[in-house]
Nanobody, 119 residues
Framework: QVQLVESGGGLVQAGGSLRLSCATSRSIGGILTMGWYRQAPGKQRELVATITNGDSSTYADNVKGRFTITTDKSKNAVWLQMNSLKPEDTAVYYC?????????????WGRGTQVTVSS
């Protein structure tokens, strides 16, 4: 099975930055989408950012301009650079892989890393 392991979470003051990392056991050089999602207490999991085939990125409106998703195919890794963090960014952040080259599409999740932004 494919394993995704997140790291880089922690406690940061509002306005600060964190860089989350997602290491995968599968090559990310194929036809797939990598993404970051987050889930705050009492809320549903929500999309943060995605990158498809390593070049086409999307962002949630409330993180656009502050967060950047990047990949390194040679390292099978995905990062989420988070700048200008706000208390409402506090959540568990999950790495997600959706393999598009199979039918049905196959999805994998990491276990998450906690991000806490103090006011």
């Amino acid at each position: 099975q494919v394993q995704l392991v997140e790291s880089g979470g922690g406690l940061v003051q509002a306005g600060g930055s964190l860089r989350l990392s997602c290491a995968t056991s599968r090559s990310i050089g194929g036809i797939l989408t990598m993404g970051w999602y987050r889930q705050a207490p009492g809320k549903q999991r929500e999309l943060v950012a995605t990158i498809t085939n390593g070049d086409s990125s999307t962002y949630a409106d409330n993180v656009k301009g502050r967060f950047t998703i990047t990949t390194d195919k040679s390292k099978n890794a995905v990062w989420l650079q988070m700048n200008s963090l706000k208390p409402e960014d506090t959540a568990v952040y999950y790495c997600k892989m959706v393999v598009l080259s199979v039918s049905p599409t196959t999805t994998y999740w990491g276990r998450g890393t906690q991000v806490t932004v103090s006011s």
